[in-house]
């Protein structure tokens, strides 16, 4: 999803099909649009037989959002998440990630912070719909992670 070519931002969603080798561009509804943005965390998990898309943050034309977005595929309906409990700033490239009931975020470069590199973890409970801030402070860059030689 999204992209940022040099047509300018993207926020069309395509589906590979592994067997085929082919791709599929999907059309979405609903009265939630989400504009074209990149640079965001995406992750999908299954509920009760449907599969489920969230869409974290990212950079637009216009700023870089904190917003969650879900995407249901059985219906191909966005709903935008409401924005509760310990809210986070506007955030690039986060890692997001779902376990058992909850989206994780994590990383990201902070565009609120005055070290915009210090990692924060977030979880989001889809039941309560409210985010959580972990309060875990990670000291290093989770990307920069380089294996010594032997």
Known sequence: MGGNPLQGQLNDIWCFHLFYFTWREITTSGNVVIDARYQAGYTSWNETETTMFAVFTGISM?????????????????????????????????????????????????????????????????????????????????????????
Do not use: C, H
Not at 68 to 96: K, M, R, S
Not at 109 to 130: C, G, W
């Open 62 to 150: 216009a700023r870089t959002s904190n917003s969650l977005f879900i995407l249901n595929t059985d219906a191909w309906t966005w709903a935008v998440q409401p924005y509760q409990g310990d809210l986070l700033g506007a955030q690039e490239d986060p890692i997001l990630t779902y376990y058992s009931g909850y989206l994780y975020m994590v990383g990201g470069i902070a565009t609120y912070n005055a070290n915009p590199y210090a990692s924060v973890f977030f979880r989001y409970n889809l039941s309560s719909q409210k985010w959580e801030n972990i309060k875990i402070q990670i000291k290093y860059l989770l990307f920069s992670f380089t294996p010594k030689e032997l």
